[in-house]
C-alpha cells in the first residue's frame, strides 16, 4: 500500500459522508431550488464511484451488500407504479398531486407524490452508474 | 344482432382454439371436430335464404375507426349469400373429405388451422360492405392460400408454387388497394352501397378509369385471369382437398365476385364491357387450349379451372352492358349474362369440386396422377368413374347436368352480344361467340380425355405403385353429394334460380326491374342447341384423333411462356437488388455514417436554400460578456485540438475541457440543474474513459488515404456549416410564440418553485420515466457486455 | 450571444462528424459524446439565452429564462452518458473479442 492509497483513503472517508449529505439534500431541494432525482442521484451514485475506487470492490460490498443491478430495476419500478397509482383513482398515468399539511417539528410542510416519483429516478440513477463502473472495473 | 359477424369471427376463434385442443382429442380425428364450425355457419346462412330471396337485406355494423370512416360493416344480399353458402358448403365437404384423404404422418393441426383462418377471411370478403376491411379479408386469403399451399413445405415445388401465388396475388391486392383509396378520393366513403349509390355523379372524374383498372387488376390476378393465371398450375402443389377448396370452388372466385360487386359502380361503359369480357374470352380460350396438353390429371384441371373462371368473367363483362340500356327490354337482355354467370359459378363449383375428389381419390389409390400412367381404371374404381363422368360430363356441357343449362345461357349471352348496337360491338360481337365456341369444342376435348384416358384403355396395373380398390366410403361421400347436386340442378334449376340467383341478379343491376329471368332445359331447336351438338361432333373427332394434331403444341416455342417471363423476371429483380445492396451495403461503419450525414446536408441544406428560408438576422441577439467570448474561443481550441491529439489520453482530457466549460456556460445561462448534471456527468464519464483506456489500446495515426481524409473533412465541413445555417435561421425569426409560458405555473399546477424540476417530474413525467427505462436498458446492456463471454469456438459455430 | 454559441456548434459539430467518420473506434465514441455537447448547446441557444432569471420562482423575478430547453437538455445528458457508456464498453469488449479497434477491420464475414 503506497502512501498515495494512504492519503485517498483517509481523505474518501470524510468526502463520501459530505457528498452523500449533499447529494441527499439535493434530491429533496429539487421541488423548489434546483436539484431533484437526476442531480441527487447522480451525486450519491458519485460518492458510491468514489468509494469503490478508493477501497476494493470486496470491502465496499461487505459494508454496503447492496446489488446495484436491482436497485436499478427497482427504481424504474417504482417510477412507473407511482405513475400506475392515480390510474386507480381516475387520474390518468403518471398525473402527480400535492398538499400542503401541518406536521410537528417542520410546520406546515408540502407533500407531493412527484417525491416518490423522483426516489424512483434517483434510485434508476444510483443502480445504472454504480453498476456500470462496477461492471467494467471488475472485468479481469 | 350481430350473428353474421360472428358467423365471420367463429372460424378465427377456433382456429385460435385449435393448437389447445389438438392434443387433448385423443382418437377422434381433429377434422371431425374442425367439420362442426362450417356445418353451423352453412345452417346459419341457409336460415337467411328466405329473408334474401325476398329480396331483403342484413346489415350489421360495428364501429371499428369511425373517424376514418372505417366500421366493419356487413352486408348480405344474394351475392354474398351464394358465396358464403359455397364457402361453408363446399368448406364441409372439404374437411369431411380431407379428413379420409390426409395421411396420418400430416400435421393436421396446421392443416386445419390454415383452413379455418382461409374461411374466416373469405366469409369477410364476401360480406363486408367497408373496402378497407374487405382489402384486410382479401390479403388474409392470399396469405392462408400460401400457407395452404407450401403445406408440404419439404417440397421445392410447393414453395414455389406458394410464393409465386403470393407475389401474384398481392401485387394484385396493392393494386386493388391503390383503386380502393381512389374511390374513396373520389366519393368520400369506403362503404360500397354508398359509393354505388353516389358514383353516377363522377362518370368524367379523373380517378374514375384508374380505379377501374386498378381494381379490375386485383380481381383478375386473384381470379387466375389471362395473362395471370401462370400462379393457379402450380397452386396445385397444395392438397388435393386445399386444390377443390380454395383452387377451385371459393378463393379464385374472390375476383368474380369483386368484378359482380362493382358492375353497379364500373358497369355500362365500354372500357368495363370490353376488358372484362374479352380478359374472360381470352382465358376462356387459353386455359382450354393449354388443359389439352396436360398430363397430369391436376393441371389438366387447374387450366380447365382458369378456363372456366374465364367463361364466367367474360359473362359479367356482357352482362355490364344492361347497365348502358337501363331499364327495358335490352337491359333485361343482358343482364341474363350476369345470371347466366351466377349460375355457371356455382355450377362450376360443383362439378369441378367433385372433379378434383376424383383425382385426390385416384392419387390416394393408385399413386399417380400421370394420364400416359393411368387406364383401365373403370373396373377397379366404379364409384370414382361414376363421378368423373358425371362431373366432366356436366363441365363440356352434355345435357341431364347443370354444366348444359349454364353452358347453354353462356351461348345465348355471346350470341346476343354479337348484334349488341353499342360499344362498337356491332363489327367486332361476332369473335364472341366464335371463341366461346372454338374454347367450348377445347372443353369437351379435355373433359373426354379426363374420362376416357384414365378409365378406360388397357390396365397399366404394372406400373401403379399400389392395389387398386375403391377408398373408404368416407372420401366417397363429399364428391357423391356434389354429383347428387350436378344432376338435381338440371332438373330443378329454378330451385336455385328463383331463391338464390334473382335475388343476386337485382342486387347486382337493381335499376332492371324486367330481368325475372327462368331457365329451360328445352328451348326448342335454336343456335345454342345446334352450337352444342357441333361441339360434340367436333370434339369426338378431335379427340379420336388427338395424336394426329398434338403436334400443334410444339409450334409454341419451349420458354415462350409467361411462367418463363415471370422466373426470368424474379431472376433479374433478385440479381439487380443484390447488385445494389452489395455496392452500398459495404458493412463499413464510416460508410454508412457518410451516407446519413450526405443526406442530411443534401435534404436539410438543401430545403433551407431552394426554400428560401435562409436568414441571418443578429439585431435579437443578447449581448456578449468578455468571459462568455473567452469560453467560446476556449472550447473552439479545444476542440480543434482533440482532432490532433497524439494520444487517447489527450483527447479524452480535452472532452472534459469541453464538458466542464459547457457547465460553465449553463451557469451563465442561468441553468442551475444542468451545470449540476453536466458536473456530475462529465466526472463520471470521464472515469469511465479512463477506466476503458486501462484495457483498450493507444490509438494510432489514421492510416487513410488522403482522399478519405479529405472526403470526411468535406461532409464534416459541410454538416458543420448547415447545422450553422440551421441554426441561425432559426433563432433569426420566430415564427409562433414560445409555450414556456405554460410552465411558469409550475407552482399552482404542480406545487413547485422549480419550473424545470416541475417539468421533469410532472408535466412531462412520461418523457422521464422512459429515460430511466432507457437508463435501465442501458446499465443492463453493458453488464450484460461484460458478463457475456462467448467461447473461443462458439462464435464460429454460429456461422455453420 | 446566440449566434456566437450557434457558430460554436457549427465548430463543435465539424470536428464531431470528422471523428465519427475516422475508422477508430475510440474516435467514434468521442465524436458521439462531442455532437451531444454541440446538441445540447444548440437546444439551449434555441429558448434565447440570458433573458431572464434562472427558472425558479422562488427569484419572484419579472421574467424567467426558457425552462422547457433546460428540462430537455437535462434528460439529453443523462441519456447520451448511456449510451456512451455502452458502447464504449462494446468497443471494449469487441477488443477483447475480435483484437482490433479498428472499424475497417470489424466487417462482417462474407457470408452474413
Same mark, same amino acid.
Given at each position: ?67 446495484? $443491478? ?13 405513475? *400506475? ?19 410537528? *417539528?417542520?410546520? $406546515? ?32 | ?53 325476398? #329480396? ?52 393436421? !393441426? ?8 382461409? @374461411? ?81 355523379? &363522377? ?32 397452386? @396445385? ?6 386444390? /377443390? ?67 364466367? @368473367? ?80 356436366? @363441365? ?21 352480344? /354479337?348484334?349488341?348496337? +353499342? ?9 364472341? !361467340?366464335? +371463341? ?9 376435348? &379435355? ?7 384414365? %378409365? ?24 357423391? +353429394? ?21 335475388? /343476386? ?70 440479381? /439487380? ?154 433563432? #433569426? ?8 409560458? &405554460? %410552465? ?57 | ?74 434528460? =439529453? ?13 462494446? =468497443? ?21
Amino acid at each position: 500500500m503506497n502512501i498515495n492509497d494512504v492519503i485517498l483513503k483517509t481523505v474518501s472517508k470524510a468526502v463520501v459522508l459530505i457528498i452523500l449529505t449533499f447529494g441527499i439534500y439535493l434530491f429533496f431541494s429539487g421541488h423548489n431550488h434546483p436539484g431533484g432525482g437526476f442531480i441527487g442521484g447522480l451525486v450519491i451514485a458519485s460518492a458510491f464511484v468514489l468509494m469503490f475506487l478508493s477501497y476494493d470492490s470486496e470491502t465496499v460490498s461487505e459494508a454496503l451488500p447492496i446489488d446495484f $443491478k436491482k436497485l436499478s430495476g427497482l427504481g424504474v419500478l417504482l417510477a412507473m407504479s407511482s405513475g *400506475i397509482a392515480p390510474m386507480f383513482l381516475g387520474g390518468a398515468f403518471l398525473s402527480q398531486s400535492f398538499g400542503y399539511f401541518d406536521l410537528p *417539528i417542520f410546520g $406546515k410542510t408540502e407533500l407531493a407524490t412527484v417525491t416518490i416519483f423522483e426516489a424512483g429516478i434517483a434510485l434508476t440513477v444510483i443502480g445504472v452508474v454504480v453498476n456500470i463502473i462496477l461492471s467494467i472495473s471488475e472485468d479481469e | 344482432m350481430y350473428l353474421l359477424i360472428l358467423a365471420i369471427l367463429v372460424p378465427f376463434f377456433f382456429t385460435a382454439f385449435i393448437p389447445l385442443i389438438h392434443n387433448r382429442v385423443g382418437s377422434i380425428h381433429l377434422g371431425w371436430l374442425v367439420l362442426v364450425v362450417p356445418l353451423v355457419l352453412f345452417s346459419i346462412f341457409v336460415v337467411q335464404v328466405p329473408t334474401i330471396s325476398n #329480396s331483403d337485406t342484413l346489415m350489421q355494423t360495428v364501429h371499428w375507426i369511425p373517424s376514418l370512416g372505417i366500421n366493419f360493416t356487413v352486408y348480405l344480399d344474394g351475392l354474398s349469400l351464394i358465396m358464403a353458402l359455397l364457402i361453408t358448403g363446399m368448406g364441409a365437404l372439404v374437411v369431411l373429405y380431407s379428413i379420409y384423404y390426409l395421411s396420418p404422418s400430416d400435421s393436421f !393441426p396446421h392443416f386445419y388451422a390454415y383452413l379455418l383462418l382461409f @374461411m374466416g377471411a373469405m366469409l369477410g370478403v364476401v360480406l363486408s360492405d367497408n373496402l378497407l376491411v374487405l382489402y384486410v379479408f382479401w390479403e388474409l386469403t392470399s396469405i392462408s392460400s400460401f400457407l395452404l399451399i407450401a403445406f408440404w413445405y419439404h417440397r421445392k415445388n410447393s414453395r414455389y408454387g406458394a410464393q409465386k401465388s403470393l407475389l401474384i396475388t398481392v401485387f394484385g391486392g396493392l393494386g386493388m388497394l391503390a383503386g380502393f383509396l381512389m374511390l374513396h378520393s373520389m366519393t368520400g366513403t369506403f362503404s360500397i352501397r354508398e359509393i354505388v349509390a353516389t358514383i353516377g355523379q &363522377y362518370p368524367e372524374h379523373a380517378l374514375f378509369y384508374p380505379a377501374m383498372f386498378l381494381i379490375l387488376l386485383g380481381a383478375f390476378t386473384k381470379s387466375a385471369q389471362f395473362p395471370f393465371h401462370i400462379w393457379l398450375p402450380d397452386a @396445385m402443389e397444395a392438397p388435393t382437398p386445399v386444390s /377443390a377448396y380454395l383452387h377451385s370452388a371459393t378463393m379464385v372466385k374472390a375476383g368474380i365476385y369483386l368484378v359482380a360487386r362493382f358492375t353497379p359502380v364500373f358497369g355500362g361503359n365500354a372500357a368495363w364491357f370490353w376488358t372484362v369480357t374479352l380478359v374472360g374470352l381470352v382465358t376462356l380460350f387459353w386455359g382450354a387450349y393449354c388443359a389439352v396438353r396436360q398430363t397430369d390429371l391436376k393441371a389438366l384441371l387447374a387450366y380447365s379451372t382458369i378456363s372456366q373462371l374465364g367463361l364466367i @368473367m367474360s359473362l359479367f363483362g356482357l352482362g355490364s352492358a344492361a347497365l348502358h340500356f337501363g331499364d327495358g327490354e335490352q337491359g333485361a337482355l343482358y343482364g341474363l349474362a350476369i345470371f347466366a354467370a351466377l349460375f355457371h359459378m356455382v355450377n362450376h363449383s360443383t362439378f369441378k369440386g367433385a372433379l378434383f375428389m376424383v383425382v385426390g381419390i385416384v392419387d390416394h389409390q393408385v399413386g399417380t396422377r400421370d394420364i400416359r400412367r393411368l387406364g383401365g381404371l373403370m373396373a377397379a374404381l366404379p364409384i370414382t368413374f361414376t363421378f368423373a363422368v358425371i362431373g366432366s360430363f356436366s @363441365m363440356a356441357g352434355l345435357p341431364f347436368l347443370n354444366g348444359f343449362l349454364s353452358k347453354e345461357m353462356f351461348f345465348t349471352a355471346s350470341v346476343n352480344a /354479337a348484334s349488341l348496337p +353499342i360499344f362498337g360491338a356491332s363489327t367486332w360481337g361476332i369473335v364472341i !361467340p366464335i +371463341i366461346a365456341w372454338i374454347a367450348s369444342v377445347l372443353t369437351f376435348v &379435355y373433359c373426354m380425355i379426363f374420362v376416357f384416358r384414365t %378409365f378406360f384403355g388397357t390396365p397399366q396395373s404394372k406400373k401403379a405403385d399400389r392395389k387398386q380398390v375403391e377408398p373408404t366410403l368416407g372420401m366417397l361421400v363429399s364428391p357423391a +353429394i356434389l354429383c347428387v347436386f350436378i344432376i338435381g340442378l338440371f332438373f330443378a334449376p329454378n330451385l336455385l334460380g328463383d331463391h338464390l340467383l334473382r335475388p /343476386a341478379l337485382n342486387g347486382i343491376i337493381p335499376e332492371i326491374s324486367g330481368a325475372t329471368p327462368h331457365i329451360y332445359a328445352w328451348h326448342g331447336f335454336n343456335t345454342e342447341l345446334f352450337m352444342t351438338l357441333g361441339i360434340v361432333i367436333v370434339g369426338s373427332a378431335l379427340y379420336l384423333t388427338f395424336r394426329s394434331w398434338i403436334k400443334i403444341f410444339r409450334l409454341q416455342p419451349a420458354g415462350w411462356t409467361f411462367t418463363a417471363l415471370y422466373n426470368s423476371f424474379l431472376k433479374n429483380l433478385k440479381r /439487380a437488388s443484390n447488385w445494389i445492396t452489395t455496392h452500398y451495403m459495404t458493412g463499413h461503419l464510416p460508410s454508412y455514417f457518410a451516407y446519413i450525414f450526405m443526406f442530411f446536408i443534401l435534404a436539410a441544406g438543401g430545403a433551407l436554400i431552394f426554400t428560401g428560408a435562409l436568414s441571418i438576422d443578429l439585431t435579437s441577439d443578447s449581448p456578449i460578456s468578455v468571459y462568455e467570448g473567452l469560453l467560446t474561443a476556449v472550447m473552439a481550441i479545444a476542440a480543434i485540438s482533440i482532432l490532433f491529439a497524439k494520444s487517447h489520453l489527450a483527447a479524452v482530457l480535452l472532452n472534459g475541457v469541453l464538458g466542464f466549460s459547457i457547465a460553465i456556460f449553463f451557469v451563465l445561462f442561468r441553468a442551475p440543474d444542468l451545470a449540476l448534471t453536466q458536473l456530475v456527468i462529465e466526472t463520471v464519464t470521464t472515469v469511465l474513459f479512463l477506466l476503458c483506456f486501462l484495457f483498450l489500446p493507444e490509438w494510432t495515426a489514421e492510416d487513410s488515404s488522403k482522399r478519405t481524409k479529405f472526403r470526411n473533412a468535406f461532409i464534416a465541413i459541410g454538416a458543420g456549416v448547415t447545422i450553422t445555417l440551421i441554426g441561425l435561421t432559426v433563432n #433569426s425569426g420566430k415564427l409562433f410564440e414560445s409555450i414556456s409560458g &405554460y %410552465f411558469e405555473n409550475s407552482y399552482e399546477l404542480a406545487g413547485g418553485d422549480n419550473i424545470v424540476n416541475a417539468i421533469l417530474g410532472d408535466f412531462r413525467a412520461f418523457d422521464t420515466m422512459l429515460e430511466s427505462l432507457v437508463l435501465f436498458i442501458a446499465g443492463l446492456g453493458v453488464y450484460t457486455l461484460i458478463r457475456l463471454k462467448l467461447g473461443k469456438g462458439s462464435g464460429k459455430d454460429e456461422h455453420q | 450571444m446566440e449566434s456566437l454559441i450557434i457558430v460554436l456548434v457549427g465548430v463543435l459539430t465539424t470536428v464531431a462528424i470528422y471523428l465519427v467518420l475516422s475508422k477508430n473506434v475510440v474516435r467514434v465514441i468521442l465524436g458521439t459524446a462531442i455532437l451531444s455537447h454541440a446538441v445540447h448547446l444548440l437546444i439551449l441557444s434555441m429558448g434565447g439565452l440570458k433573458l431572464g432569471t434562472v427558472p425558479l420562482l422562488g427569484e419572484e423575478a419579472v421574467k424567467y429564462v426558457d425552462a422547457l430547453p433546460q428540462a430537455l437538455i437535462l434528460t =439529453a445528458i443523462v441519456i447520451s452518458f448511456a449510451v456512451t457508456a455502452f458502447i464504449l464498453v462494446l =468497443a471494449y469488449r469487441a477488443y477483447q473479442e475480435l483484437g482490433t479497434d479498428n472499424l475497417g477491420a470489424m466487417r462482417g464475414s462474407d457470408d452474413e
